[in-house]
């Protein structure tokens, strides 16, 4: 199984400024055939279904806010929030569709502080 | 509006089972890939199953293997979950999640309901 690990486990930002959430697997989930990572970034917040931010380690869904970005390939990955507002506050998943089983990171809890 | 909406949760005795379904609308169910995604309390995600669209492609997590099977109706709009054999370690919000399924890239989820809780204790 590919094991995705976060950092940090948690993080405090102040509004307006940047939060950046990083990401490893275990293994590359870059794929040669077509040169994609098949990484993407969800966002749950309190009582709430996660939603999927990103996908291909940087394509934003549609409907997401510029603020959000990712980057990374291979197996080194990075969530910037440009300038956090206050319904970023959340717990943000990355999360690997190479191989079944699709696993998940252990989510980076995001505050204010 | 796509919306996914889950039923069947409930509390049950270690090693009965419970029946989860997953009922969709605002989109052609039939055209889509589905996911159940399951999040103990307080804990991570963890993708436990797949159906392709017409069930002739099925996966599951070994943590569910043999214990759980996933179904759909195309016909009533539903995914369902049969769990049997369930243990404490199955306590968990269950999740339906639509796949967005792009050629042979399955496993990112656009869509999902908003859980229902199932609680293994004695």
């Known amino acids: 199984d590919i094991v995705m690990t976060q950092s940090p486990d948690s993080l405090a930002v102040s509004l307006g400024e940047r939060a950046t959430i990083n990401c490893k697997s275990s293994?590359?989930?870059?794929?040669?055939?077509?040169?994609?990572?098949?990484l993407a970034w969800y966002k749950q917040k309190p009582g709430q279904p996660p939603m999927l931010l990103i996908h291909w380690a940087s394509t934003r869904e549609s409907g997401v806010p510029d603020r959000f970005s990712g980057s990374g390939s291979g197996t080194d990955f990075t969530l910037t929030i440009s300038s956090l507002q206050a319904e970023d506050v959340a717990v943000y998943y990355c999360?690997?569709?190479?191989?079944?089983?699709?696993?998940f990171g252990q989510g980076t809890k995001v505050e204010i502080e | 509006e796509v919306q996914l909406v889950e039923s069947g949760g409930g509390l049950v005795q270690p090693g009965g089972s419970l029946r989860l379904s997953c009922e969709v609308s605002g989109f052609t169910f039939s055209s889509y890939s589905m996911n159940w995604v399951r999040q103990a309390p307080g804990k991570g995600l963890e993708w436990i199953s797949y159906?392709?669209?017409?069930?002739?492609?099925?996966y599951y997590a070994d943590s569910v293997k043999g214990r759980f099977t996933i179904s759909r109706d195309n016909a009533k709009n539903s995914l369902s979950l049969q769990m049997n054999g369930l243990t404490d370690e199955d306590t968990a919000v269950y999740y339906c999640?639509?796949?967005?399924?792009?050629?042979?890239?399955?496993?990112?989820?656009?869509?999902w309901g908003q859980g229902t809780l199932v609680s293994v204790s004695s």
């Open positions: 999360h690997q569709y190479l191989t079944t089983p699709w696993t």
């Open positions: 999640a639509r796949d967005r399924t792009t050629g042979n890239t399955r496993g990112r989820f656009d869509y």
């Open positions: 293994q590359s989930v870059l794929k040669s055939s077509n040169n994609k990572d098949y």
């Open positions: 159906i392709s669209t017409t069930s002739n492609t099925i």
